[in-house]
């Protein structure tokens, strides 16, 4: 039994793994969709969430069942415990590549994005790309290593975040209040895709190590 | 020791209500702090932020003692990782509170909120406080009825939402991009505060009732 318990805790750690690559490739379609106004490629990110609800839904029962048949302790249990934290961030990860996929949705065949803040969205979505697919590294082998880059990228997103809001204030910006609108939100479906996984990176160090770093207020 | 065990649950609970109540105050106190541009009361809040946090500390710490401790099954086991939800629900809602007095304290002295959609927001403010006020009941005496209730409430911050926007994208909107930025973000963060007083009250009707209602991806 004990056997099997612990092959059922890598299993849900292998069940993780996987949606945070899904939420990887959901984002990077909802970027692709933002930038080339693709609404097939949008439909597909909107469709796809469902996937990734039901994999939350998946792994929180059967964290839930281990809860209650196996009363695990100690190390065992705050792994179950970060397991159901990391499930509901990437949920929302999803969901906000969902919100970029309607974005571009909404203002099909138009364009989204002009042209003046075209290389910030683009980089926006790198370092998105970038920060889910080093979190799941940091849930598949526990790397510490991996965590702290990933406060680095977190940074990139901060500063092309304060650009784009340089962008939207300049003098010279020629789009009306609604592009404006547009993003405005859209920098803030990114800055908090970037936290959330800047949170799956915290809880992973937290587990391992003990040490707790101040969770950010954004 | 089960007594004991079931008044520490109890007593979570209660701590639970509490911190709905100070995370009421803090955006009560926030959304007065944007109409008055009063740079006092934003401060307020701000500083505020960090007892909510520890709250959260303290009741997640709680919870994980009692799991490990008492290894409850079946009712026990689903009201404590409910606690463990809606605390971290409640921490964010504090969080946007803050995000709020931001804003405030950002633009002083000036108003960050012009005459013409002042009446929207101290709405929002009002409904915000309506439905934290409904999800402190709901938590308080598991009432379903309450929490229905509430669902109409989320309606109604949708709807000051859309009419926000309408006025922003109105031909005389007579103020430039950068208030129409503040005011997205704003929309943004009273209408997150009431999805995340939903997710509390879908989580109390899920742990009394069994049923889960489907959960926004807004």
């Known amino acids: 039994m004990r056997q099997s318990y612990h092959e059922e805790l890598e299993d849900i750690n292998a069940c993780l ?40 839904e998946s792994i929180e029962q ?29 949920e929302r990860m999803g969901d906000l590549a969902v919100h970029i996929a309607k974005v571009a949705r909404m203002r099909f065949p ?22 889910i697919s080093k979190a799941a590294t940091v849930i598949a082998k526990r790397d510490i290593e991996a965590a702290r880059e990933l406060e680095k990228d977190d940074d990139a997103m901060d500063q092309i975040h304060r650009g784009l809001f340089r962008q939207l204030l300049s ?24 936290d959330h996984a800047v949170s ?13 770093e101040p969770v950010s207020a954004d």
Chains 1, 2 share one sequence.
């Open 17 to 56: 793994v996987e949606m945070a690559n899904a939420v990887g490739s959901a984002m990077s379609t909802a970027t692709t969709s933002l930038l080339d106004a693709d609404v097939a490629l949008a439909d597909l990110v909107i469709a796809g969430d469902d996937h990734i609800d039901a994999t939350r």
């Open 171 to 194: 003098d010279d910006w020629p789009h009306g209040i609604e592009t404006a609108i547009d993003i405005t939100l859209l920098g803030r479906y990114y800055e908090r895709f970037a």
């Open 110 to 131: 138009d364009h989204a994005v002009p042209q003046e803040v075209r290389p910030q969205l683009l980089e926006a979505g790198h370092v998105a790309e970038m920060l």
């Open 62 to 90: 059967r964290c839930f069942t281990l809860l209650a048949r196996q009363q695990p302790v100690a190390g065992d249990l705050r792994t179950i415990t970060t397991a159901m934290r990391i499930v509901s961030d990437l």
């Open 200 to 212: 799956v990176a915290r809880r992973v160090v937290y587990l391992v190590t003990g040490e707790r």
